[in-house]
């Protein structure tokens, strides 16, 4: 049974920085890809980031390229993502997803395990 579990998220000013964490369990992840997703209040789930497990490689929305960086320790089975210069529309609840497979894809649906959340909130 594949476990995700989120943590980090917490209220801070707009320019500020916060590191969530998504700590994984059930199985070995190599196979996978992991991202991070977001939803607003009135909005639908929109895709962050992700990270191929297996040999690192990361992609970007444009919203948070150049403020944002996920990363992972295979050592801890934990997926970061570190979020700095945040802005007031990065206010959200994000989720850290699943992937068993390598291929990309942003839509939410083509991931197959999902972590309970953690509320971001970012003040002007």
């Known amino acids: 049974q594949v476990q995700l579990v989120e943590s980090g998220g917490g209220l801070v000013q707009a320019g500020g920085s916060l590191r969530l964490s998504c700590a994984a369990s059930?199985?070995?992840?190599?196979?996978?890809?992991m991202g991070w997703f977001r939803q607003a209040p009135g909005k639908e789930r929109e895709y962050v980031a992700r990270i191929r497990w297996g040999d690192g490689m990361t992609y970007y929305a444009d919203s948070v390229k150049g403020r944002f960086t996920i990363s992972r320790d295979n050592a801890a089975n934990t997926v970061y993502l570190q979020m700095n210069s945040l802005k007031p529309e990065d206010t959200a609840v994000y989720f850290c997803?699943?992937?068993?497979?390598?291929?990309?894809?942003?839509?939410?649906?083509?991931?197959?395990?999902w972590g309970q959340g953690a509320q971001v909130t970012v003040s002007s």
């Open positions: 059930g199985r070995t992840f190599s196979g996978y890809t």
């Open positions: 997803a699943a992937r068993r497979s390598i291929g990309f894809t942003t839509r939410p649906d083509g991931y197959n395990y």
